[in-house]
């Protein structure tokens, strides 16, 4: 006797999965955009004063950034990290800093004064490795993989303690 027909579609298919995914993603980029927005809106109507954005800039880059990485990070269970994902995001940061790099180099004129390539390059490689990984980074990734979104604590502060230095001593 054959076996009976399969339900179509099976009650777990990868679209049931990917629409919950779309979903989750679509209301984290609402609320990013929104935020965005708002903020744009309060400085361009003048709600918000010329001196305040100097002064949260401040407050988020010094205080409460750092922080929250501290935070993070010291409560971070490294059973949870997968080190091939890590080494591999590394690995292409690397490429591309090493790329950035060159093509500073390349853009360089003879006639610049000693130094500039290596100037020119740290800063290329700064612009296309120093991604908003926190800022929008941690929201998609926390809509999308909720498991992987400790990760980027991780990736941010080995951006921090290791490629930065280093290419601001190409300076």
Known sequence: ??????SWPPPSTPSAVNIDAV?????TMIIVLALQASGYVM???GF???EAPAGMGFFVGNISLPCLLFRAIATLDLTTLSLSIIGSIAAAKVCVLVVAVALGFALSKRAEPPGTAFTRGGLFALAATMSDDIALGL?????LFPD??????????MQVCAAS?????LR
């Open 23 to 27: 979903e989750r993603l679509s209301e």
């Open 165 to 169: 230095p280093l290419l601001a001593a």
């Open 1 to 6: 006797m054959p076996p009976p027909p399969p």
């Open 43 to 45: 400085k361009r109507s």
């Open 148 to 157: 992987m979104a400790n990760m980027l604590y991780v990736l941010s502060a």
């Open 48 to 50: 918000m004063p010329k």
């Open 139 to 143: 929201p998609l990734l926390g809509a």
